[in-house]
């Protein structure tokens, strides 16, 4: 049996024996009645709070997609990090469905229940076929808490789900092509390295192979995190680097395509790069951070409207929150067909800021915490959109969303071939201590509704929120 399918055995076997004594319940394939995020610290405390914490129902931002809409049935259908009621810290991993011409959503279906997991690194991500199936990649953390692959027993439907495996996979990047699936994943071999497996039906897949694993002369260990995109047959990946495997050094800027489901990778210019990657200057990395002393902390990859490649993320002089690692700034770095462009758009409060990036009609948009929220230092803020005419080269303030919130607003999350109103979907909660997290979708014309916490029926309709002091 090949070492893939091996550990796949085996977890699984180790999870049917070990569940059933310590967990004699399981909330697989049934609906909870109504959206409750989950909350979450990582409990590494500083001077001006946690190194992040609050509603992560939508976290991590490499965890992708996690929205999709699917045309034939004009739904969205999205995933999250749910829990099982408002005193729990107790992971579901969720599925729900937004119908456009309804304007209703159904009681949301857990598709995998953690198990007494709190974490939501654990969170899922989604992707549908051509045939319609939904299929959930659950993240695992390491070898400890195996990752899982699930699709719909029918097409876009969210009633029941099915395991297809059992393995080793932490931030689940699925992207489907014409020629099949390309997985982007971490793993953890002592540090965050990135593999990549594929398939052309999801059931059957090839051994993961290691796409990067950087180390620096004299460093026993490396590392990344990623954001990636699919544009017709190329997928791209924007990644960082873990100095000697350290998650609060990293820096510095790579990105790396294939457009043939991973027998090849290339530089942005379509110059072969054999992998994995391994020397710290090589011809896929954009931006030398590390002489600038600068963390990157990762948001958001699409390509425009010429098929170039963007990133969004956020840079600051170090990990820990307040205001000693400020400015901590929003960069856009952008491919122009001949080269790399970077410039700031704006400037936030904490690195655990996350937001989306939008490109229409001409129009650059980025959606994120770019205004303090009632959590001054915290994950998170009220949510405000900056917007470029100019391809990115400039940036001013366009509207704001959210305010006079009682909560933090944090990992907007786009979604994708997404259609009105739901553009992106997030969570609220607060950092500083416990507290529920809502769901809400909205668009960029600065509309939000807020999806039911509570649902008596099997479907309800959003409640539409105005928020003042915006």
């Not at 011409?101 to 229940?113: A, L, M, N, Q, Y």
């Not at 959003?462 to 003042?468: A, D, I, W, Y």
């Amino acid at each position: 049996m090949k070492p893939k399918k091996l550990f796949q055995a085996a977890a699984f076997l180790l999870f049917l024996l070990a569940s059933p004594a310590v967990f004699p319940q399981s909330y697989n394939n049934t609906r909870t009645d109504g959206y409750r995020g989950i909350w979450f610290e990582l409990n590494q405390k500083y001077p001006f709070g946690d190194k992040y914490s609050g509603g992560l129902g939508t976290y991590t931002a490499h965890h992708y997609p996690m929205a999709v809409y699917a045309e034939k049935v004009a739904k969205t259908f999205f995933v999250y990090g749910g829990t099982t009621g408002e005193n729990d810290r107790y992971l579901l991993c969720m599925i729900g469905s937004y119908d456009h011409r309804r304007h209703r959503v159904e009681k949301p279906v857990v598709v995998f229940d953690k198990q007494g997991v709190n974490d939501p690194h654990d969170n899922p991500s989604l992707a549908i076929d051509q045939q319609g199936y939904l299929w959930v990649f659950v993240s695992g953390r390491g070898k400890v808490r195996p990752g899982y692959k699930y699709r719909s027993v029918k097409p876009y439907s969210i009633d029941r789900f099915e395991q297809v495996t059992s393995e080793e996979m932490t931030y689940p990047q699925p992207w489907l092509t014409d020629q099949g699936f390309l997985h982007l994943f971490t793993k953890y071999t002592g540090v965050r390295e990135l593999y990549f497996e594929t398939s052309t039906d999801g059931y059957t897949w090839t051994d993961d192979q290691k796409l990067a694993g950087i180390r620096e002369a004299g460093d026993t260990k490396g590392g990344h995190y990623q954001v990636s995109a699919a544009g017709g047959k190329v997928v791209g990946t924007f990644f960082n680097r873990h100095p000697d495997g350290n998650v609060d050094k990293r820096t510095d800027l790579y990105y790396l395509q294939t457009s043939d489901l991973g027998k090849t990778w290339t530089t942005v210019d379509g110059k072969p790069v054999a992998t994995p990657l391994e020397l710290v200057d090589n011809p896929a990395r954009v931006v030398d951070y590390q002489s600038q002393q600068r963390n990157v902390y990762l948001c958001d990859m699409l390509f425009d409207e010429a098929a170039n490649p963007v990133c969004l993320y956020v840079t600051s002089p170090g990990h820990q929150p307040g205001p000693g690692n400020s400015p901590r700034q929003w960069v856009v770095t952008r491919w122009t067909g001949t080269e790399w462009l970077t410039s700031v758009a704006g400037e936030s409060d904490h690195n655990y800021d996350m937001g989306s990036l939008f490109i229409s009609a001409g129009k650059w948009t980025i959606l994120a915490p770019l205004v303090n929220g009632p959590q001054i230092w915290g994950a998170g803020g009220e949510l405000a959109t900056y917007e470029s005419d100019d391809q990115g080269k400039t940036w001013r303030k366009a509207l704001q969303l959210t305010g006079n919130s009682a909560l933090n607003h944090n990992y907007a999350r786009r979604s994708l071939h997404a259609r009105e109103p739901f553009l992106f979907f997030w969570a609220d909660g607060n950092p500083d201590h416990f507290s529920i997290s809502h769901l809400y979708f909205g668009n960029l014309n600065g509309e939000v509704w807020q999806l039911p916490y509570q649902m008596k029926r099997k479907t309800a309709r959003p409640t539409k929120v105005e928020f003042s002091g915006r």
